[in-house]
């Protein structure tokens, strides 16, 4: 692969944003999932979208062995960086890649993680195809942990962009990802996944009925599904 940085010039690869993601802690509900997940043996974790890497380093301290794509070249050196002080030898691998073209084996995979990355397809298509690679990695009853915007961080008059189902410019002005409960589990099914009824789908940020906000916070789907 090329060593230029395919984000170079975008906000991901702002020496201000990775310095503040290569300090950032884990996702709590993600580490205790994979705790419950981990049974001791020589499992592998898939992180897509890893950042600076402040899942797959405490993935790796806590017993994984942990791929690692992104791209941000940037991201991924300060990932590199930070696996070499704080985790074990040999337990990260990090490498540049897209989310719809993931470098990894049919199958291989007890977890996929993907935070906060799918939102960031431009198309459905590109969604789509992000996941099918997702669930296509993932080994038959692995865990998918997923972190995504909801449609409900949008006014309810927002326009999707023309012929798109679920992709719209009014929250950034750029094209991203916003789906409904109902889009996300119908999305999720055609590659393969069944939301896991052991674990909530929650919606984190969610204004409280009445309330008048002009806070661009997302909305914020969170849950788990099992690849069939």
Known sequence: MASGDPL????????????????????????????????????IALDIGCGAGRNPVPLARAGWAVLGCDLSRPMLAA?????????????????????????????RFDLVIAHGIWNLATSAREFRRAVHAAARAARTGAALFVFTFSRNTLRADATPVAGEPFVFTAFSGRPQC???????????????LSLDPRHSLNEHNLPRPGTLTTKQTPVIYEGVFRSR
């Not at 916003?178 to 393969?192: D, H, K, M, N, Y």
């Open 79 to 107: 990932a590199a960086t930070r696996a070499m002080g704080e985790a074990p030898v040999g337990h990260t691998a990090f490498v540049l890649a897209p989310m719809d073209a993931l470098p990894a084996a049919d199958g």
């Open 8 to 43: 170079a010039g975008s906000l991901w690869s702002e020496s201000g944003t990775v310095d503040s993601f290569a300090r950032s802690a884990p996702d709590a509900t993600l580490m205790r999932l994979a705790d419950a997940e981990w049974q001791g043996g020589a499992w």
């Open 178 to 192: 916003f789906l409904t409960a109902e889009q996300l589990i119908s999305e999720f099914a055609r590659a393969g």
